[in-house]
């Protein structure tokens, strides 16, 4: 299991190649760099590892450990798409059928709706920047990719792995080739409380927004390691929440994340 990454070794490789491009290039090379994908293609190596390490045979793992395709395009109800970590069922073979419903009616799933409902389907996303401004669109797109999955197939497991920074880089500092933060952001409180409320579907029957298990990775980064928040407790001795909020990171939190999902699927599907 050489290749396993946990991760807090993802998420340092992260703030590595981000700070590494910002020294060399300043804004323009860290913006690159987010658009390569070379530092979120190590949260998915983290995803998979940790599924891995929790009986997962790799065979079952799409893309492959260390790869980052092919992925698998899913069906849903209003599209067609890539997923970014997958965990194929076991015993189950793709059998291609033709839609019959939704805006793909008449196109092909290369799949069939019986191996998409008990394939883990797990996203993951970043966000660096602009935080506050961008939220509402960020989490609009959240929500619609578990509709689109669940409406169609309500019985799959998703998953959600969704990162932000407690502190932002200073994009100014960046002109200049140096990292620096911005003190706080502001909008921590509000990110937790959104996730909480689309977090943990257990019945299947209902909330089709939701995904079955979210995890909210809070980092800091001008820490070195990078810090990676879990618990209220933490958030509250640093500032970032306040001591009375009704924000909790307990459901939220990386450490249980994987068996959350396989508790789910096992279930559900009785395996």
């Known amino acids: 299991m ?36 070379r530092p979120i293609n190590n949260i998915h190596e983290a995803v998979k590892s940790d599924f891995i390490r929790s009986g997962i045979a790799e065979h079952r793992i799409h893309p492959p450990l260390g790869e980052s395709k092919p992925e698998l395009k899913l069906a849903g109800f209003i599209k067609q798409k890539n997923q970014d970590v997958c965990v194929s069922p076991e015993g189950y073979i793709p059998e291609s059928e033709m839609m019959t419903e939704g805006i793909l009616r008449e196109a092909t799933d290369y799949y069939g709706k019986d191996y998409t409902e008990r394939t883990i389907s ?22 619609a990719e578990a509709q689109n ?37 502001g909008a921590v409180e509000k990110y937790i409380k959104s996730f909480q409320a689309i977090n943990g579907r257990l019945d299947f029957t209902r909330e089709d927004y939701k995904y079955e298990r979210v ?17 209220n407790l933490d ?32 279930t559900r599907f009785g395996v």
Request: hydrophobic share 40%; charged share 25%; aromatic share 8%.
């Open 2 to 37: 050489a290749n396993l990454i946990t991760i807090q070794q993802a998420v340092d490789n992260f703030k590595k190649l981000i700070e590494t491009s910002i020294i060399e290039g300043g804004i323009k090379a860290k913006e690159a760099m987010i658009r390569s994908s």
């Open 149 to 185: 999955l669940h409406v169609r197939c309500p019985k799959m497991v998703l998953g959600e792995v969704y990162m932000i920074p407690v502190k932002e880089y200073d994009a100014a500092a960046m002109i200049n080739n140096e990292i620096k933060f911005i003190d706080r952001i």
């Open 122 to 143: 797990v996203n993951i996303r970043s966000q660096m920047s602009s935080l506050a401004k961008n939220f509402d669109t960020l989490y609009e797109r959240t929500i």
């Open 235 to 266: 958030l509250i001795n640093d500032g970032l929440i306040d001591k009375n909020t009704d924000a909790n990171m307990s459901e939220l939190s990386w450490e249980t994340f994987t068996k959350n999902i396989l508790d789910t699927y096992s």
């Open 215 to 231: 995890c909210l990775l809070l980092i800091d980064f001008e820490k070195t390691p990078a810090k990676i928040y879990s618990s």
